[in-house]
């Protein structure tokens, strides 16, 4: 099943030879993020928090596709890629900004955005661990992550994988403008609710 059947996107990305990428698109699978990792206050700075993969998670966390954030009082939030195993770092940095736990050089190097600010306080407004750091797990135990693995056709280089991947991305964030995403604006709809 190709990704744009199921999202009714089409794949704009083209090869230099002038032949279309056209991603397939996996089983989604859909987790509750505390199934895959232990969040809890940060030993060395109470004011941050620690994010530990469970054991479970190694082989989701290896995968590459598309994955989307998610929770039953706000709808989607946020829309991401990984074009390579890299979802233990961004899944976990999702953890640190939705929660509002960034150390300063992260905010600094411009990784926590304005709408992710916005839409971390809106949801800690709604949650227990703005006021007590030790209730992180509570805030989460509603978040969930779909995820879509992706196969590209074969042949492709990995600069070739990513920009199919971004494309995609930014068909489905145009589309639904989620909140707490980049590209979010707020003079069109969005599928992110109470906010």
């Known amino acids: 099943m190709k990704i744009f059947e199921v999202l009714g996107l089409p794949v704009k990305s083209q090869r230099s030879d002038g032949r279309r990428l056209t991603p397939t698109l996996g089983s989604r699978q859909i987790y509750k993020i505390l199934d895959l990792a232990t969040v809890s206050p940060s ?17 989701i966390l290896r995968q590459k596709g598309v994955y989307i954030w998610m929770h039953p009082d706000f ?26 736990r960034t150390p300063d050089w992260y905010v600094k190097a411009g990784f926590y955005t304005k709408q992710w600010r916005e839409f971390a306080e809106k949801f800690l ?36 994988y990513k920009k199919g991947l971004e494309d995609l991305e930014d068909r489905i964030v145009q589309r639904w403008n989620p909140r707490a ?15």
């Open 43 to 59: 030993k060395k700075d109470a004011r941050f928090v620690t994010v530990k993969w469970k054991p479970t998670s190694k082989n």
């Open 75 to 100: 709808g989607i939030f946020y829309v991401g890629i990984a074009s390579r195993d890299n979802l233990n770092q961004r899944w976990g940095s999702h953890l640190f900004k939705l929660l509002g």
């Open 125 to 160: 407004e709604k949650g227990f661990s703005k006021m007590d750091v030790n209730s992180v797990s509570k805030d989460l135990e509603k978040v969930r992550v779909a995820f879509y693995p992706i196969e590209m056709p074969e042949g492709l280089t990995p600069e070739e």
């Open 181 to 195: 995403q980049g590209k979010y604006s707020k003079d069109r709809p969005s599928v992110t609710r109470n906010v």
